[in-house]
């Protein structure tokens, strides 16, 4: 799949936060894709069209900007390009679990790649969400299949073990580093990484798309740390760019920890 991938270098329409444009956009170029950041109402519409995915990250919401989303995610839809949200800080207001449900009801989304508190608040089960750090006591996998069967969707949570699902497939990858938490932008960077690895694939085979994405990510996270772990989580950030682009199809397969 890494090697379609990079044969391919799908555009990936990002429509994401501020706080991870550059560090997802450097991700996004390293395993091979080519990122693209748009977001005026003027635009989206012909980006999201053109593109080979579309990701909805809603880290930074605004009303505009929910209406620019929406707006992109049925030219999408139109097109039949996949569409991955992000639902950042789902559950720590009222007003991002809102906008997730409107984007929910009006887009057809694909993929849904959340923390185990933000997967929860959106099927009203009770997480914990603390800003944009989201954590739950309960069956995470129970978490994910009811938000792949309200939501027709593949439901990726993630955690210290990632659980992927369509309502029937499941997947779980052990692939990781903790230190992935110590780094901001790293799930909103895997979104983008999901996004781009379905885009060469058909609709049938999101789910094994998405789990191959989620291993990929954390065996370059696993290297990341094996180099840096004497220096700290900086060095650890930029490397973790570095594996992305550096680990290849053979070594992916090797260090896959991922049980279906
Ligand atoms: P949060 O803000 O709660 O950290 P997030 O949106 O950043 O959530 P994560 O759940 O941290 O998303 O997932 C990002 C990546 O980090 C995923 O690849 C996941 O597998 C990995 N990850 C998260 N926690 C761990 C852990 N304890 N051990 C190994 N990998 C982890
Ligand atoms: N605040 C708003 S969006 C954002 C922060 C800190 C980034 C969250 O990134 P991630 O990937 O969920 O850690
Ligand atoms: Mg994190
Ligand atoms: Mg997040």
């Avoid at 789902?90 to 887009?107: N, P, S, W, Y």
Wanted: proline fraction near 2%; hydrophobic fraction near 45%; include cysteine.
């Amino acid at each position: 799949m890494l090697n379609q991938l990079k044969e391919m270098n799908p555009l990936i329409h990002c429509m994401t936060n501020m706080v991870v444009t550059t560090y997802t956009a450097n991700g996004l170029l390293a395993i091979g894709s080519s990122p693209v950041m748009a977001y005026a109402k003027e635009e989206v519409q012909d980006m999201a069209t053109a593109a080979g995915a579309l990701l909805l990250n809603i880290g930074t919401p605004s009303v505009e900007l929910t209406e620019a989303m929406i707006l992109a995610g049925k030219a999408a839809n139109k097109a039949g390009k996949p569409v991955i949200l992000d639902p950042v800080g789902a559950g720590a207001t009222a007003f991002r679990t809102d906008i997730c449900h409107q984007i929910l009801k009006e887009v057809d989304v694909s993929i849904v790649r959340g923390n185990a508190g933000e997967m929860a608040a959106l099927v009203g089960m009770s997480g914990v969400v603390k800003g944009v750090d989201g954590s739950l006591d309960g069956d995470k996998q129970a978490v994910a299949k009811k938000v792949a069967e309200q939501y027709s969707c593949v439901a990726v949570l993630t955690g210290d073990v990632d659980t992927i699902t369509d309502g029937e497939r499941l997947y779980l990858v052990s692939n990781g580093h903790e230190w992935l938490t110590k780094v901001v932008g790293t799930g909103c960077l895997l979104g983008g990484v999901v996004a781009a690895f379905v885009s060469t694939v058909n609709k049938s085979d999101y789910a094994e798309a998405a789990a191959y994405a989620v291993s990929f990510y954390g065996a370059a996270a696993e290297k990341a740390y094996d180099k840096t772990k004497n220096q700290g989580y900086g060095s650890f950030a930029q490397d973790f760019i570095d594996q992305l682009g550096l680990l290849t199809e053979n070594e992916a397969e090797q260090l896959r920890k991922v049980e279906s």
